[in-house]
């Protein structure tokens, strides 16, 4: 393909989106992005929307990429663990390597996504147009219908490609599955529980008021409450709740003494830095937690879908942006290919990315069960420190599956769950049959590990599980 003579048509400027522009622009393609959304440059609309996420080696591999390192770190707070807070106020750091050097960070999502727009169109061939919502993508014409919410009219774009960066409710996929011009699979899963922004504010200009460096949890069981640091001083705290289920459920907090005896039980140390949570509590709303799949995610060389519009995922493995942003660096490898035409460029694009996708997927599904019950479990903590201590010893013979998820960026997604699963359940097994134990020769633990996962990874192999 001549790159410097395609017409890119990309829906939706959110991270995805404006990534894909800014490299694609790099690259010498025609690129101009729709958004429905004002410039959030110039009008606030976080609106209740989670607004600092974990950013972690996948999404580092991407700003590498595109040579905004160094940019994107200044809008970073290292995070070197989890901060678990039990019901008495007790706490305890779970750190997330052995290795110093790894770490996640939290990050501001609109810092980032406006960083991305302004480098993006810093390129003469790349073009953002805001408050202008995709209505419906003709995917055999290549061209897709607007609405423009300023004039109140509509208006038709065509191009060479259309992209859909366009979120969990992608304009683009429901065209796919409304057309019914070809086999299209579309699944969207919820879970039972939903989730509400709350704020734990500073104390003064940029004075954190609960240990600044970690991902603060207080797991409950069927519940939980989650707070990440911004670089105000003040904390994002996420409450994942049940809609209907529980003594405690988002459909019977609705009274004020309600909220109030909730989070005095629960979460009493939480509370104590949060003299503004019923206000929070009653003007932002709560939201639904979904995952979305899809096949194909193209249609011939026409059209793409990309990032969450082609694979939404809950967020209790932090690697949703991340996803995406590793999205934008697997086809921008295709591309590399110089393939005959967009069909074939999509088609490896998809064969290459779609099993990862569903493995992040069910490993996030996996951490929200594991976040909110396990992480105070005793067996687990267990677990957790022999990790930590195989790490630290063997730091190029071990890794966690956090750590090949989190912090292995040239592993991809699917291996990552095959021998992470394969390891936490050799370590899980042996620890409950005192097989092992953390005071243990750390070498010979090593190596009994070491051979009961490869055998589950054979055994799963004969299965078919692989």
């Given at each position: 393909?001549?790159e410097?003579?395609q ?5 939706g ?72 807070h039990?019901?008495?106020?007790n ?15 939290s ?45 109140n ?16 409710g ?52 069927n ?19 049940s ?29 104590a830095?949060?003299?503004n ?46 996803a ?59 677990k ?8 630290k ?36 097994n042996?620890?409950?049959e ?23 990874l054979?055994e ?7």
């Amino acid at each position: 393909m001549k790159e410097k003579k395609q017409n890119i048509l990309i829906i939706g400027a959110g991270l995805c989106g404006s990534l894909l522009a800014l490299r694609l622009g790099q690259r010498g393609f025609n690129v101009t992005v729709y958004e429905k959304r004002p410039d959030l440059r110039k009008v606030n609309i976080n609106a209740g929307r989670s607004i600092n996420l974990a950013f972690s080696n996948r999404g580092i591999k991407a700003m590498k990429l595109v040579g905004l390192e160094n940019k994107v770190k200044q809008l970073c707070i290292p995070m070197n663990g989890r901060m678990i807070h039990d019901e008495k106020g007790n706490t305890f750091l779970s750190p997330y390597s052995g290795r110093d050097y790894e770490y996640i960070n939290s990050i501001s999502r609109g810092d980032l996504n406006a960083l991305l727009l302004t480098e993006a169109e810093k390129h003469e061939n790349v073009t953002i147009h805001f408050n202008k919502k995709c209505e419906s993508v003709d995917f055999e014409k290549t061209t897709a219908l607007f609405k423009d919410y300023q004039t109140n009219t509509q208006f038709i774009e065509d191009a060479d490609a259309i992209i859909g960066t366009d979120g969990a409710g992608s304009a683009l996929r429901k065209s796919y599955y409304l057309g019914k011009k070809f086999l299209f699979s579309f699944s969207q899963d919820y879970l039972t529980h939903g989730y509400k922004e709350l704020i734990i504010l500073p104390e003064g200009k940029n004075n954190f008021k609960i240990f600044k460096n970690a991902l603060h949890i207080w797991p409950r069981g069927n519940f939980m409450l989650i707070a990440l640091p911004n670089l105000d001083g003040s904390f994002t705290v996420t409450l994942f709740l049940s809609y209907n289920e529980g003594e405690f459920n988002f459909s019977n907090l609705n009274t004020d003494e309600k909220v109030l005896e909730f989070f005095k039980k629960e979460f009493p140390d939480a509370l104590a830095h949060m003299p503004n949570l019923l206000e929070d509590f009653n003007n932002n709303p709560t939201s639904p937690l979904g995952t979305v799949k899809c096949s194909p995610w193209f249609y011939k060389g026409n059209t793409l879908l990309m990032g969450d519009a082609a694979h939404a995922i809950v967020p209790f493995y932090g690697q949703g942006m991340n996803a995406s942003f590793e999205d934008v660096v697997e086809f921008d490898k295709v591309l590399d290919e110089n393939l005959e035409n967009w069909e074939a460029t999509f088609k490896a694009y998809e064969s290459s990315r779609k099993k990862n996708t569903d493995a992040i997927a069910d490993l996030a599904i996996d951490n929200f069960y594991e976040m909110r019950d396990h992480v105070a479990n005793p067996i687990f903590q267990e677990k957790r420190k022999l990790e930590m201590d195989l790490e630290k010893a063997f730091p190029n013979e071990y890794a966690s599956k956090y750590s090949l998820v989190t912090f292995n960026e040239d592993l991809g997604y699917h291996d990552a769950m095959l021998k992470g699963r394969a390891q936490d359940k050799a370590i899980l097994n042996m620890l409950a049959e005192g097989k092992i134990n953390s005071k243990d020769d750390l070498k010979s633990i090593l190596k009994i590990i070491t051979k009961e996962t490869q055998e589950i990874l054979e055994e799963d192999k004969v299965a078919k599980l692989k």
